[in-house]
Each structure stands twice: as structure tokens, then as C-alpha cells.
């Protein structure tokens, strides 16, 4: 029984550490914010002000399941089953996916999810958007933002990093 458990937790560490490798590294999403919302910005016609608090940025890997299901369900009213890509307006904060399989399953970019979330942090605080409305336009204006970021900025992506071409 001993080996059996210690068998099966060779297999769960195993699985844990390839998991991990299979992330985007945090950090690399957290640098790319500034630039990413200039871009947006500029798209939007939005001229950032500097006493606008940015987003924060919570990358997965860097924070919980836990402490993405308590924002969650702080702002949407449920508890998802797992880490999604979400601006939470009440917190001020992005939570963001890193992990390689579901960017590359989909043909997207951490960097362009970023893109789509920064859009909506854009809506809440220049632009006074009300998400509680139903109003579907602000998802579609955020899907319409990501896939132009996707397609402009596709060069820019270079693999785990975002090359920023306004530096």
C-alpha cells in the first residue's frame, strides 16, 4: 500500500511539474500590460489618464483557483470550476489564463486575451459601461478589439513575449 501511495504520488508531482511547464510565464503577461492598453487605447480613441489606476494583473499560475473563484463570484454571483479570463470592475483586477494548450488549441494569444480584458477595463472606467445592463455590445466590441489585436499585433508575438512597438 506504502508504494502504491508513494507510486501515485511520483505520478501526481509528475503531472503537477509538466502542467506547470506548460505555462505561459506570468510575469512576461503582467509586462505586457501597459502596452497592450496603450494599443487598445489608441485603437479606442481613449486618451489614458494617468490618476486612472491600471488593471491589476493576475495571471494563473501567480494566483489560486481559490482567489480567482472569489473574485468571480464577487462580481458574476458563482464560483466557475476553472481559472477564466475575466476584468473584474469591482476590484479593478484582470485574472488571465497562461496555459499554452488552450491558446494554441484556439489559434490565439495570451497577449490578445489580454487585449480582450483590457478592453473591457477601458469600458468600466472611460468610458462608464454598465455590465449589469445586459448589454451585449461590450462583449462584442471586446471580441471585435481581440481579434483586431490578434491580426495587427500577430509579429509582436513572439512566442512567450510580446514585443511592444510602441517602445
Known amino acids: 500500500?506504502?508504494?502504491?501511495?508513494?507510486?501515485?504520488?511520483?505520478?501526481?508531482?509528475?503531472?503537477?511539474?509538466?502542467?506547470?511547464?506548460?505555462?505561459?510565464?506570468?510575469?512576461?503577461?503582467?509586462?505586457?500590460r501597459d502596452c497592450v492598453m496603450k494599443l487598445v487605447a489608441a485603437k479606442k480613441n481613449i486618451t489614458l489618464i494617468e490618476t486612472v489606476p491600471a488593471p491589476e494583473i493576475k495571471p494563473e499560475g501567480l494566483y489560486s483557483l481559490a482567489d480567482f473563484q472569489d473574485a468571480a463570484e464577487s462580481f458574476w454571483g458563482f464560483r466557475p470550476e476553472a481559472y477564466l479570463n475575466m476584468y473584474n470592475p469591482l476590484k479593478n483586477e484582470i485574472f488571465i489564463m497562461t496555459g499554452r494548450e488552450y491558446y494554441d488549441k484556439y489559434e490565439r494569444s495570451v497577449f490578445d486575451s489580454l487585449a480582450h480584458e483590457i478592453t473591457h477595463y477601458l469600458q468600466h472606467?472611460?468610458?462608464?459601461?454598465?455590465f449589469?445592463?445586459?448589454?451585449?455590445?461590450?462583449?462584442?466590441?471586446?471580441?471585435?478589439?481581440?481579434?483586431?489585436?490578434?491580426?495587427?499585433?500577430?509579429?509582436?508575438?513572439?512566442?512567450?513575449i510580446f514585443v511592444c512597438p510602441a517602445n
Do not use: C, H
Open 132 to 160: 449589469t445592463s445586459g448589454d451585449d455590445s461590450l462583449e462584442w466590441d471586446a471580441i471585435e478589439t481581440q481579434s483586431w489585436f490578434r491580426e495587427t499585433y500577430k509579429d509582436q508575438m513572439n512566442g512567450d
Open 125 to 130: 472606467r472611460y468610458q462608464n459601461a454598465d
Open 1 to 32: 500500500m506504502a508504494r502504491l501511495i508513494i507510486f501515485g504520488f511520483v505520478i501526481v508531482a509528475a503531472a503537477l511539474a509538466e502542467a506547470q511547464t506548460s505555462l505561459i510565464p506570468a510575469q512576461n503577461v503582467i509586462d505586457a
